[in-house]
């Protein structure tokens, strides 16, 4: 997950969220990320507590993450900068995982456009 000032901020909201047919609860939002606003979706079990996914949407050209400008390049070269800097990413049919760290990244027109990250618990959800 984020650092803890991020994480602390997604735990202090309130759940009056939709339910979905596999069990999840999501809240939808906006959150400030270095004076920029970003949408955001957070979800979880409705068995647990604990918050278990992260999600930043509407990445724009100018987005960075560990350095590289995500809509700037490639799947593939986003993959092989990833890997600089941390495991080796698995491409699947519409995201990049990014397994060790718990992190994905949704995939539009060859470029990414979301940062996820998931908690231990929701792992067993990504196989």
Same mark, same amino acid.
């Given at each position: 997950?984020?650092?803890?000032?991020?994480?602390?901020?997604?735990?202090?909201?309130?759940?009056?969220?939709?339910?979905?047919?596999?069990?999840?609860?999501?809240?939808?939002?906006?959150?400030?990320?270095? =004076?920029?606003? @970003?949408?955001?979706? *957070?979800?979880?079990?409705?068995?647990?507590? %604990?918050?278990?996914? #992260?999600?930043?949407?509407?990445?724009?050209?100018?987005?960075?993450? =560990?350095?590289? @400008?995500?809509?700037? *390049?490639?799947?593939?070269?986003?993959?092989? %900068?990833?890997?600089? #800097?941390?495991?080796?990413?698995?491409?699947?049919?519409?995201?990049?995982?990014?397994?060790?760290?718990?992190?994905?990244?949704?995939?539009?027109?060859?470029?990414?456009?979301?940062?996820?990250?998931?908690?231990?618990?929701?792992?067993?959800?990504?196989?």
């Amino acid at each position: 997950m984020p650092g803890d000032d991020y994480v602390e901020s997604f735990l202090k909201l309130s759940f009056p969220i939709e339910y979905n047919d596999s069990g999840w609860e999501q809240a939808r939002g906006k959150y400030k990320v270095s =004076e920029r606003s @970003y949408a955001f979706t *957070i979800a979880k079990d409705a068995n647990v507590e %604990e918050v278990q996914l #992260v999600e930043l949407l509407g990445i724009e050209d100018a987005d960075t993450f =560990e350095g590289i @400008y995500m809509n700037e *390049i490639s799947v593939r070269d986003f993959m092989h %900068e990833l890997s600089k #800097v941390g495991s080796n990413p698995v491409l699947r049919r519409d995201s990049v995982l990014w397994l060790k760290e718990r992190m994905s990244f949704y995939i539009f027109e060859d470029t990414a456009r979301t940062i996820g990250w998931w908690s231990k618990d929701a792992e067993r959800f990504l196989s």
